[in-house]
């Protein structure tokens, strides 16, 4: 198990690069894309600018302002928006405070792992079955889960300070 701590004491005082008043925190980083906390501040921004990845920006709390492109909108917590890759955006708040997820996947779009994600072999040679179109899908599997014994209230260490 791997419980990552993010929200306040552990975000980094500045903000990503072209921002003012927005503080943050990775999550998770590694080939395939990131996951970062950010908080907005009251007047924070994050000034426009343009990505080569695609990414979804997940208000959870708060409100503020986005720019994709040439529009501008409202959002508040509950609302996620697509900055899709190579598009100008940007995010900035007013007289409240945001709070927001942001999830940046590798690349524009999913063309290098097309048909992993559906169950579909690829060969790489351009040999035959290379056409995704005549590949077949896998069959799923037979499977299930285990049985997930139930805590009673006496199995958890009250000394610890845990909830129960």
Do not use: C
Request: no cysteine; glycine share 16%.
């Amino acid at each position: 198990m791997v419980i990552r701590p993010f929200g306040v004491g552990h975000r980094r005082p500045d903000g990503p690069a072209g921002s003012h008043g927005v503080q943050g925190q990775p999550i998770h980083a590694d080939g395939r894309g990131v996951v970062s906390e950010l908080a907005f501040g009251r007047k924070a921004m994050i000034e426009a600018h343009t990505n080569p990845n695609t990414t979804w920006f997940v208000v959870i709390e708060g409100g503020g302002f986005v720019q994709v492109g040439d529009e501008v909108t409202r959002v508040a917590a509950g609302e996620a928006v697509l900055w899709p890759a190579g598009t100008v955006h940007g995010a900035w708040t007013e007289l409240s405070e945001m709070r927001a997820i942001v999830v940046e996947f590798a690349g524009a779009d999913d063309a290098a792992v097309r048909g992993v994600l559906d169950g579909k072999i690829q060969l790489a040679d351009g040999g035959p079955g290379a056409d995704p179109e005549a590949i077949p899908s896998v069959a799923p599997g037979d499977g299930r889960l285990e049985p997930h014994p139930t805590p009673g209230r006496d199995d958890y260490d009250r000394s610890s300070g845990e909830p129960y």
